[in-house]
């Protein structure tokens, strides 16, 4: 079951750094400055770090790492980090590569990023 874990989280990196190799160069910041972060914050802080701490996991992550204290809080501050670091890439990929004011229809947001990469827009 660790082999197959493994295999899937390397295959989800690799993923993932290949659409930000794709998307970073294509991020627009005038995009990225059209937001009101101040909606956000704080509240979404917290939801943050209750998404990416999960410490009902914590026992058993001692318990692999074989009751080392520190190796286990490095596990779990590099395990909420690095889901937080690749979420705000992706999120910063999504917003600068989007044209999107609020008049526009999800439709019209579909035809902008279709424009932008060559394709054909999905109907449905």
Known sequence: VDAVNRLFVYGLITALFGLLGVGLPRVEIPLLERSD????WPSAVSICVLAFGAMNTVPTILQYLGGDAK???MAILMGSLTPLVMYCLWTTVVLGMVPYTKDMSKEQVLEELSAQSGTSTISG
């Open 37 to 40: 972060w101040g909606k956000v």
């Open 71 to 73: 190796r286990t809080h």
